[in-house]
């Protein structure tokens, strides 16, 4: 079975005269779209607590990640 992106399946097919063939970049993308995919249905399970943790842990990196920076160059604290 080819995997395929909901993004490839609503492109349409370029008349552009090109050596990139579809099908074979696909073949060549398999094993990282399966990984992709097993990851998305791994993050889709997590419980209500480890999603909780894990956006504890996201905040807190970047209040530590703006500490670090300069006033008026802080990445997530100024709007």
Do not use: C
Not at 21 to 37: F, G, H, S, T, Y
Not at 49 to 69: G, T
């Amino acid at each position: 079975m080819i995997l395929q992106s909901k993004l490839d399946q609503n492109t349409p097919i370029s008349t552009h005269k090109s050596t990139w063939n579809q099908q074979e970049q696909l073949q060549k993308n398999q094993k990282a779209m399966a990984i992709l995919a097993q990851q998305i249905q791994e993050y889709q399970n997590i419980s209500d607590e480890e999603s909780r943790e894990r956006q504890e842990i996201f905040e807190n990196l970047k209040k530590r990640m703006d500490a670090e920076r300069p006033q008026g160059q802080k990445l997530y604290s100024e709007v």
